[in-house]
């Protein structure tokens, strides 16, 4: 079982820069795919970033060239470094991990992820 807490999350202003942690612990030998999800108020949870053990990610196209999601395998640890935030970027932001090798399919209809951490708030403000 693998168990995951996220942080760094906060408010800041349009424009701004913040960097989410994403820490894992347990059976971290068993994770393959690891990826950052948000959900704003009313809104479905949608994906935002995935690295897999390779080394290779894949962005939502409303991230790109914004975010950067990246890991530290020694500590077990998984970051999403945001800049030039925007007030879209408003949601509860979500780590999670999965004992396979999950498709990009599979990861943007939010399918295979097998432990979430518990979220961390990211406010914008104009």
């Known amino acids: 079982q693998v168990q995951l807490v996220e942080s760094g999350g906060g408010l800041v202003q349009a424009g701004g820069s913040l960097r989410l942690s994403c820490a894992a612990s347990?059976?971290?030998?068993?994770?393959?795919?690891r990826a950052w999800f948000r959900q704003a108020p009313g809104k479905e949870r949608e994906f935002v970033a995935v690295?897999?053990?390779?080394?290779?990610?894949y962005y939502a196209d409303s991230v790109k060239d914004r975010f950067t999601i990246s890991g530290d395998n020694a500590k077990n640890t998984m970051y999403l470094q945001m800049t030039n935030l925007e007030p879209e970027d408003t949601a509860a932001y979500y780590c999670?991990?999965?004992?396979?090798?999950?498709?990009?399919?599979?990861?943007?209809?939010?399918?295979?992820?097998?432990?979430w951490g518990q979220g961390t708030r990211v406010t914008v403000s104009s």
């Open positions: 999670a991990a999965a004992q396979y090798v999950l498709s990009i399919a599979q990861v943007m209809g939010v399918s295979g992820f097998s432990s």
């Open positions: 347990g059976r971290t030998a068993s994770i393959y795919t």
């Open positions: 690295i897999y053990n390779s080394g290779n990610t």
